[in-house]
């Protein structure tokens, strides 16, 4: 194997709308990257293939068929609610604060939701889900973990353990994220470094503990762009002195992603695709443009 065809190894790509293109061919020739991220464009979009049901199920064993041809894994953030990039016919997962308040009703049903939801993944060959959020909800939580954390600690505990097992008892990997915990933050890395209002003692403590606990039954970590107050630098996922000072908390023997370096603005204009080779990754995410990843690997 050549250097080019080892750097391209480490690279996830976003793709969207699950439509094999001839573009999209011509780039996995020259750029052979060991696997694809699936997003999709917004509902009003004519390129989100969901509206129709059966031609979104055609399209999607269509796309997969191509890319197990092509590359190692499909992954998708199917975590459920507002995150969900199998709709269609694929089971439509409420989001995790719907299923914890579920789940003290009725703990069975929200296992077999979760359990139907991975066998659909599975029999579709996305093998990769980029879920469940281990992030702890806090009042002063921004948004964008929301309704996507199970809630306190030890809903998150007991929420997260359940998801797991249910996917990587069905074939699918599951990714625990946002490590070392998004929860404690009013800021979004999708638009800025998440800058948390805890310390670092107090989220090792209380939020990162939460992945060392849950590790076991998970095949992936992936790390947030967080920072700290009164720090400057670069965010968590590309900071490896940062990183040093968490590596004793990640669980050993994981498969380590980014999250996407891409797109998110926390990290965008840092060529973080460069500084996280200096970091112990398996795999980078660059969920831009393939024009983008195309540069970002060059």
Known sequence: ??????????????????????????????????????????????????????????????????????????AADQEGGRVRRLRGNFVPLPSAHIMAENSRRDLSRVRRIYEVAAIQMKLSNVRVNFAPVCDIRYPDSNIVVGDRSFGAADDV????????????????????????GHGPSKLDSHERKAVLFKSKRELMKEDTIL????????????????????????????????????????????????????????????????EAMKLPYDFVLLCGTLDQAASSIE
């Open 1 to 74: 194997m050549s250097k080019f065809q080892r750097s391209s190894s480490l690279f996830v790509v976003g793709v969207k709308d699950f439509r094999w293109t001839p573009e999209l061919a011509s780039f996995l020739k020259s750029f052979p990257v060991s696997g694809l991220a699936m997003f999709n464009s917004p509902f009003d979009s004519p390129d989100n293939i969901w509206a129709d049901k059966a031609a979104a199920l055609e399209a999607v064993h269509h796309f997969m068929s191509k890319a197990s041809e092509n590359v190692r894994f499909v």
């Open 157 to 180: 505990r007991r929420m997260a353990k359940l998801f797991c097992q249910a996917f990587e008892n069905n074939g699918v990997h599951t990714t625990l994220k946002h490590f070392p």
């Open 211 to 274: 992945f060392s606990q849950l590790a076991e039954g998970a095949s992936a970590i992936m790390t947030a762009h967080i920072g700290f107050e009164g720090e400057e630098g670069l965010p968590f996922s590309i900071n490896a002195n940062l990183f040093n000072d968490f590596k004793d908390h990640l669980p050993p023997n994981k498969i380590l992603f980014t999250d996407d370096v891409q797109s998110m603005k926390a990290v965008a204009d840092l060529k973080p695709w460069v």
